[in-house]
């Protein structure tokens, strides 16, 4: 085995239409963040009305039953949450097979089963801007261009729902489009096994297994892993870790100091704007629209805007916030909203003038 064994493969919903696959930071980028502390507060109040439906405890040992409360209760919650931005300056990538959903290890936020679009493409064409290297958490930094060897996978009904140019666009790069039906895990795996060269692993995100679960090649794949990683000096840390890591001795440290700093400043920057816009419809006191943006963290802050919701009435918050939704979908849209490293970039410059 050698780094030519090696694929890089990526679940998105995002088609590469032109060959480039850009991380969130360079994109027009919307999420519903279910980690802010305004979330932690609607998610108390969702249950405590019943819109959020409690657990039954006698089916509390029920596995599957748990797995689908927990992907229930947050599919429930996104639906009262405002869009946030993120900030990511890396695309992340798998290694030799499809990253797992998180709720396959008890936890809800991010699956991938579900895409609609996977992209495989040799690690060897990318190790260069290769910051970290482990199978479910590998990290490119900045906008990736595919290779002539990559494959690009869309789901049969998506890819017939493109426009003639969309399409066209396809047919003009020069690497391989399939589409699929079913399984977006299983085509993966048929696609690597069949490649002649890739040799396919089932992943997992449990620390015990480093990265794969047993199998007849998972020994010679973390080996080979590991050695590319002393080789070209990369890191081995998972994202989170890597990007909250204060060990300034860490490979390319430069290029991830400021990572989650810059997360930050673009969640705060759409929660802060998204509460001013709230709490005027509201009437809320003048000092407590003055101190938004010093209380994006306080529990009691969040919980007084939650009573001010209470009595606003549950629907007629949600068709205030639909309608907050919809304007950003019509910026993201038509080009015009604003990208995370704008946001990034208009922070610095401030404190930079700040400064002078």
Request: proline share 3%; with cysteine; glycine share 4%.
């Amino acid at each position: 085995m050698n780094i030519n064994n090696i694929a890089l493969v990526r679940a998105t919903n995002i088609i590469p239409f032109d060959g480039i696959v850009r991380p969130i930071s360079n994109s027009p980028y919307l999420t519903k963040n279910i980690g802010l502390e305004f979330s932690t507060r609607m998610s108390d109040f969702l249950h405590e009305v019943g819109i959020i439906p409690g657990l039954d405890e006698s089916k509390m040992f029920d596995d599957d039953y748990y797995d689908e409360m927990v992907a229930l209760s947050s599919k429930i919650l996104k639906e009262y949450l405002p869009y946030v931005s993120d900030y990511n300056s890396f695309v992340l990538f798998s290694l030799n097979g499809l990253c797992p959903d998180d709720n396959e290890h008890g936890f809800g936020n991010n699956t991938f089963s579900n895409k609609k679009c996977a992209i495989i493409d040799g690690l060897n064409h990318h190790i260069e801007e290769t910051i970290s290297l482990v199978p479910t958490d590998t990290l490119i930094k900045g906008d990736v261009y595919l290779s002539n060897e990559a494959i690009i996978l869309i789901e049969e009904q998506t890819f017939a729902n493109l426009s003639e140019d969309q399409k066209n666009m396809l047919s003009n790069l020069n690497l391989t489009i399939k589409t699929f039906t079913g399984s977006l895990k299983e085509t993966v795996y048929n696609e690597l096994k069949n490649s002649g060269k890739y040799t396919p692993e089932i992943l997992s995100l449990s620390a015990s297994t480093r990265g794969f679960l047993p199998s007849v090649t998972s020994e010679m794949q973390i080996e080979l892993i590991n050695k590319l990683a002393e080789y070209y000096d990369l890191s081995q840390k998972r994202y989170f870790n890597l990007i909250t890591s204060k060990d300034e001795s860490m490979p390319k440290y430069d290029e991830v100091c400021n990572e989650f700093g810059n997360m930050l400043k673009v969640q705060e920057y759409y929660m802060t704007i998204f509460l001013q816009k709230l709490l005027n419809k509201l009437n809320a006191p003048k000092d407590m629209i003055n101190s938004i943006e010093k209380n994006l963290y306080s529990r009691v802050f969040m919980s007084k805007v939650i009573e001010l919701i209470k009595s606003y009435g549950i629907e007629n918050y949600k068709k205030f916030l639909d309608e907050y939704n919809e304007e950003l979908e019509k910026y993201q849209r038509d080009g015009t909203l604003i990208l995370p490293k704008e946001i990034v970039n208009a922070y610095n410059d401030n404190k930079k003038k700040g400064m002078e």
